[in-house]
């Protein structure tokens, strides 16, 4: 198979580093071999995600200078077989590394690994094009926000222009109540004005940043929560399933709620 999935953005924190984490640990966990790229050179944090950061020893530059073997430089993850770290180097500028270093790292990977996903740092400068240099399909998240929708806009016409076929689309931090409410942009709006397909819509829940503060992917937690669900199903349609879409649902409303809708509705 050996697909090269780049997770880019454009716009920082909408969860790149989150749903890479995630998605790489449920497909390792569905008997996949996987490789996490971290392409965010400067920034790294996919090692904390994971909570690897102890074990790493050598970085992706050391592997291109010849210090150490790609084996060597990659962190196995002890809790899911399968799941591998390329770490980026913490200390250097993404000038560091150029997009063809970036695609010879990748292809000495690939015979290994059935999945190869690489983090993408935010921007559209020099490390989103290392990110992107490799890839043959690219995930876009966003968040329902202007702002993340207007960048992933911007984003997918590079992939086009960078003849990356197949682009699809994870919505991140939704939040049913405020879409009622007309205060988030909804999923459909976001298709409507992206025109990509939709690979999953991940909920904003708490429990995410318990997770990452603690170092353990929301997929392995022994008690499975919502966001969890909708990562396992993005990696199932990545192979192929056709897994309906969660249906996230608004909590019901409480009274004052309710009170103001009703007032904003005459107005
Ligand atoms: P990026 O890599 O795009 O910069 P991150 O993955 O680092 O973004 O996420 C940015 C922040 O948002 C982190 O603190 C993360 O825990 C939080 N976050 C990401 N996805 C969600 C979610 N679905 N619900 C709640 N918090 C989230
Ligand atoms: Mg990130």
């Known amino acids: 198979m050996n697909r090269v999935i780049v997770i880019t953005s454009g716009k920082g924190g909408v969860g790149k580093t989150t ?83 970036m695609k010879e790292l990748v292809e000495q990977l690939k015979p290994d690994y059935d999945y190869i ?37 911007r984003v997918v016409g590079l992939m086009e222009s960078e003849n990356i076929k197949t682009i699809r689309l994870i919505v991140n931090r939704v939040r049913p109540e405020m879409i009622q409410l007309n205060q988030m942009i909804a999923v459909e709006d976001i298709l409507d004005l992206l025109v990509i397909p939709l690979l999953g819509v991940v909920p904003d829940d708490q429990q995410i940043i318990i997770s990452t503060n603690r170092g353990e992917p929301i997929v392995l937690e022994q008690q499975e929560s919502l966001p969890a669900t909708a990562i396992k199903n993005i990696a199932a349609r990545l192979e192929g399933k056709n897994i309906p879409f969660l249906e996230l649902k608004a909590k019901r409303e409480g009274f004052f709620q309710r009170i103001l809708n009703f007032f904003s509705r005459l107005f």
């Open 19 to 101: 749903v890479t984490a995630n998605l790489g640990t449920a497909l390792a966990s569905l008997g996949r071999k996987v490789a996490l790229v971290d392409a965010d050179f400067g920034l790294r944090n996919l090692d904390l995600l994971l909570g690897l950061e102890q074990r790493i020893v050598y970085t992706a530059l050391d592997v291109l200078s010849g210090e150490c073997s790609l084996d060597k430089a990659l962190v196995r993850d002890k809790r899911v077989p399968n799941l591998v770290l390329l770490p980026a180097a913490q200390n250097r500028t993404k000038e560091s590394i150029s997009p063809e270093q």
């Open 117 to 153: 996903l690489i983090d993408c740092p935010a921007g559209i400068e020099m490390g989103f094009r290392n990110a992107i240099a490799p890839a043959d399909e690219a995930i876009i998240v966003t968040t329902p926000e202007m702002a993340a929708v207007r960048d992933a806009d």
